[in-house]
């Protein structure tokens, strides 16, 4: 399989400008295009996605402020680095708070532009794992006006939170495992307090490097480092009246958290090699697959600053559980791709609904957004069927204590050299009944080389039984899973 390599749009009227950054790029390992003005960017967009977009302000036809705003309109999660002049670093900073992701000034230098250019790519590589912003009619429930999907009482909590504490000052925290749409608690909260009107700034701190953490939240002064050949404001003065959303807060290092700290009590910094203290009013959200309290704990993260951000708690519920809202779920994807993939599928059969429903969903949200995609794509019917639905779904069906059924009803996972798949996780019915007999460690001793088979067993499905790009899908070496599927009795699938 050959290597992906990240794409960038460079979109300026000056040639030379976009051949000195193009050879850059290219240079670092980018594949690159190239477009003279906004027009010609929109059609080349027409024809597949960059991984980021670099666009000069001033430009004839369509200029840089334009074709930001048509593309946070049409690909929200594309990063857009805008070039720009001295004299126009005013609209450069407007162009951040309307949602572009950074801003270089001309004559750039190389190492700022290879560094910014690097952390948008990270960006985008994040952002494809979290959800969408899910939309419903105002008559389809609870959530409608807030921009989200959900009528069941895990999503009613949720809900009540926001409408309680979107109005107020409050820093909130948001947890859960990723892809349940925690962004979309942090938009709600921002759409629907008195801050609505101003900007609402994101940052993941997952995509940061550790030792520009600092300059991004808090900007820089001219000379500050090598490189800094103008001062720059932070994510903190960008979202001065507004919202900043600390996305993925665990990551923040632990000598950053400090500072972070001060700004939340006292309301005030300094810019990286300045002297003079900023004074913001900024609303904080931040969000955290992680186990905070265990952190704490460790020493990776400070008690101090967890209390602080913990001042209102926002919960997002697994998808398994809440299996009654996947209905509501499917049919606004459905919608969503019929629209996007100009397919007409006009509803989907109970039996897939069921195996819907019963599927565990580790990825939650995000996981069933893309496996309806897939399904949607390829569907040659105008109603989804339970056979349109990927292996590891339909297998949630009909399955025996013992063994889950494959697609051939054989219990044998196709792909995987006819190696059984481990049975789903046990009822609390089963997990008594098993906990009699041998104790709470042995169920989880049980359902953990359940889910080891069965996450292996995918992962070769995916990849047509090869060992080494399993592997890599797995995120360990080729000799851990080849030892692991010896211990699981998988070896005969290499």
Known sequence: MAEHHPE?????????????????????????????????????????????????????????????????????????????????????????????????????????????????????????????????????????????????????????????????????????????????????????????????????????????????????????????????????????????????????????????????????????????????DVRLVAATNRDLEAEVASGAFREDLYYRLNVVRVTMPALRARPADIPLLVAHFVEKFNQRLGKSIDGVEDGAVAALKAYAWPGNIRELENVMERTILFAEDTRLRLEDLPAEIRRTLGAGPGAAAGADGTGAAPGAGGAALAAPLLSIEEMARAGAAGGMKQIVRDATVRLERDLIVRALEETGGNVTHAAKKLGISRKSLQTKMKELGLREAE
């Open 8 to 280: 960038i749009l460079i979109v300026d009227d000056e040639v030379n400008v976009r051949r000195v950054l193009g050879a850059m790029l290219r240079r670092e390992g980018f594949e690159v295009r190239e477009a003279a003005d906004g027009e010609a960017a929109m059609e080349l967009l027409s024809e597949g996605r960059p991984d980021a977009v670099i666009t000069d302000l001033r430009m004839p036809r369509l200029d840089g402020m334009g074709l930001l705003r048509r593309l946070l309109a049409q690909h929200a999660d594309l990063p857009v680095i805008i070039i720009t002049a001295h004299g126009t670093v005013d609209t450069a900073v407007e162009a951040l708070k309307a949602g572009a992701f950074d801003y270089i000034i001309k004559p750039f230098e190389q190492d700022e532009m290879r560094a910014v250019v690097r952390k948008a790519v990270n960006h985008r590589a994040l952002a494809r794992r979290d959800a969408r912003p899910l939309v419903l009619d105002a008559s389809a429930g609870w959530g409608a006006k807030l921009g989200m999907i959900g009528d069941g009482p895990e999503m009613r909590a949720v809900y009540e939170i926001i409408e309680k504490v979107a109005a107020s000052p409050t820093t909130v925290l948001i947890t859960g495992e990723s892809g349940t749409g925690k962004e979309l608690v942090a938009k709600a909260l921002h759409r629907h307090g008195d801050r609505a009107q101003s900007p609402f700034i994101k940052i993941n701190c997952a995509a940061i490097p550790k030792d520009l953490m600092e300059s991004e939240l808090f900007g820089y002064e001219r000379g500050a480092f090598t490189g800094a050949v103008s001062s720059k404001p932070g994510r903190f003065e960008l979202a001065n009246g507004g919202t900043l959303f600390l996305d993925e807060i665990g990551e923040i290092p632990v000598e950053m958290q400090v500072k972070l700290l001060r700004v939340l009590q006292e309301g005030e910094f300094e810019r990286v090699g300045g002297l003079q203290s900023i004074h913001v």
